[in-house]
Nanobody
C-alpha cells in the first residue's frame, strides 16, 4: 500500500507564492508518476501537474498553470513538490497529491489509484 500526505497549503494574497509538499510512504519504488490535482468548490477535480520518473524526469502541466507552477521530485525523500508562483484567486482549491505506477493518460484521475487527503489553498484578491 501507499500513503500520501500533503502539506504546505494556506491563505495567501494574489501574486504570492506557496510550495506544496507530498510525502509518500509504503511501496513507493514503482510509483513512476506523481501528480497534483485540484478541486474548487462546486467544480470537478482537475489535473494540475505531473512528473514521470523513469529515465530522468518528464513534467506536464495544465495550460492554466504553465509558466507559474513547477513540479519536482526528491526520490531520496519520496517527496514531490509543487512550487506555485504568481498565484491568482482562481487557483483557490483543495490540492491533492496522487501517485501511480502507470505512465500514460497521466492527466486522468482514473490513472491514479493512490490519493492524499488534500490541502487547502486560498488566494485572496
Amino acid at each position: 500500500q501507499v500513503q500520501l500526505v500533503e502539506s504546505g497549503g494556506g491563505l495567501v494574497q494574489a501574486g504570492d507564492s506557496l510550495r506544496l509538499s507530498c510525502a509518500a510512504s509504503g511501496r513507493t519504488f514503482e510509483l513512476y508518476t506523481m501528480g497534483w490535482f485540484r478541486q474548487a468548490p462546486a467544480k470537478e477535480r482537475e489535473f494540475v501537474a505531473a512528473i514521470i520518473t523513469r529515465s530522468g524526469d518528464n513534467t506536464y502541466y495544465a495550460d492554466s498553470v504553465k509558466g507559474r507552477f513547477t513540479i519536482s521530485r526528491d526520490n531520496a525523500r519520496n517527496t514531490v513538490y509543487l512550487q506555485m508562483n504568481s498565484l491568482k484567486p482562481e487557483d483557490t482549491a483543495v490540492y491533492y497529491c496522487a501517485a501511480s505506477t502507470g505512465v500514460i493518460f497521466i492527466r486522468r484521475l482514473s490513472t491514479y489509484p493512490y490519493w492524499g487527503q488534500g490541502t487547502q489553498v486560498t488566494v485572496s484578491s
